[in-house]
């Protein structure tokens, strides 16, 4: 798995992850660095059937929501989607604060979130 050129400044890569036990399943492990030397504009996502089920990314200032509630801290969170629930509620697309994550450079970042999904990428010296 080796990164190809996103853009003009930019990286991308997307690997299809398989099963330890169980049936196939279409799932995908994807990662964008909007500008390559800059860790906060890397974002990952796994993907199931097409659809995102979890995600890491970056946010400078945290957003709220108009209840005026914090749903995204500021900084690296986890986003955590479940598709068994329904849409309207809190849980369906909860972010959660990732607060010792710290990538160094992409093949840093694309390592550390694949440690936390516990996927295992095969590498014995590194990424790129």
């Given at each position: ?6 853009g ?8 299809f992850?398989?099963?330890?036990n169980g ?15 800059d ?36 900084g690296?969170h ?11 509620t ?6 959660e604060p ?16 694949a440690?936390i999904?516990n996927?295992?990428?095969g ?6």
């Amino acid at each position: 798995m080796s990164p190809k050129k996103h853009g003009s400044h930019g990286l991308s890569f997307e690997a299809f992850v398989e099963l330890v036990n169980g049936s196939f399943l279409d799932i995908r492990y994807k990662g964008v660095a909007g500008v390559s030397h800059d860790p906060t504009s890397y974002d990952a996502s796994l993907r199931l059937d097409q659809q995102r089920v979890r995600g890491i990314g970056h946010c400078a200032v945290g957003r709220q929501n108009f209840r005026a509630k914090q749903r995204i801290a500021a900084g690296w969170h986890q986003n955590i989607v479940d598709p068994n629930l329904p849409t309207n509620t809190a849980a369906y697309n909860r972010h959660e604060p990732l607060l010792e994550f710290d990538p160094g450079d992409f093949s840093d970042f694309t390592r550390k979130v694949a440690v936390i999904w516990n996927i295992d990428l095969g590498l014995e010296g590194g990424l790129l």
